[in-house]
Every structure is written in C-alpha cells, then in structure tokens.
C-alpha cells in the first residue's frame, strides 16, 4: 500500500519562506512522477507542480512560477516544494500525491491522473 505522508506545513507572514516535504512507501518511489496540490477553504484542490520520476523535468501552475522550487530526492523516498515570496492567497492545505501509470510530465497537471494523495499540511500566509 502506498502511503504518503507530508510536513513543513505552518504560518508564515507575507513574503516568507517555507519547505514542504513528503515521503513515500509502499513502492518504488524513483519510478513514479509525483505532484503537489492544494485546497483552500471552499475551492477545489488545484494542481501547484509536479516532477518527473527522475527529477529532469518539472512543471508549475503559472501562479507559482519564480517563487516554488519541487524537488526530490529518490535516495530518501522524499519529494519538496520549496515555497518563497509566499502571498495571503498560498494559504491552503497542500497535498502531494502520485499515479499508479507512468504518465509524462505533460499530462502531470491533471488531478485525475493521481491515485495516491497524503494527508494534507496546512500553510497559511499572514498578510
């Protein structure tokens, strides 16, 4: 059973920093791609970035672009999402989850190609 587990999570005031990360078991991780989301109070979980299974390629929503930084590490089974410059409107629970396929990077940006999600880290940005 893959299993998902997220922390780094916690306030911050405008335009600081935060790491995220979420380690992975179950399986091997270095050959799935894995994502990261997230939900604020009464929107949808909304894609954020996800990377490849070897890290090469990355790809970010447009409001993250220049301030979230995904990484991972697969000697660690732990993937990141550095977050700077972070605005009142990052606040939301963040989810990283990953497929059951290995799906290209391009097709990454789609929740419904995610099958295995962690339980949420909440970041809230204090104006």
């Known amino acids: 059973q893959v299993q998902l587990v ?3 999570g916690g306030l911050v005031q405008t335009g600081g920093s935060l790491r995220l990360s979420c ?3 179950g399986r091997t991780f270095s050959m799935y791609a894995m994502g990261w989301f997230r939900q ?9 970035a996800a ?3 070897s890290g090469g390629s990355t790809v970010y929503t ?9 990484s991972r590490d697969n000697a660690k089974n732990t ?11 990052d606040t939301a629970v963040y989810y990283c ?8 990077i391009a097709s990454l940006g789609s929740r419904n190609k995610y099958d295995y999600w962690g339980q949420g880290t909440q970041v809230t940005v204090s104006s």
Request: charged share 25%; no cysteine.
């Open 23 to 25: 380690v992975a078991s």
């Open 62 to 70: 447009d409001s993250v672009k220049g301030r979230f930084t995904i």
């Open 97 to 104: 989850a990953t497929p059951k396929k290995p799906y290209g």
């Open 40 to 48: 604020a109070p009464g929107n949808e979980r909304e894609f954020v």
């Open 51 to 53: 990377i490849s299974w």
């Open 79 to 89: 993937v990141y999402l550095q977050m700077n410059s972070l605005k009142p409107e």
């Open 6 to 8: 997220e922390s780094g």
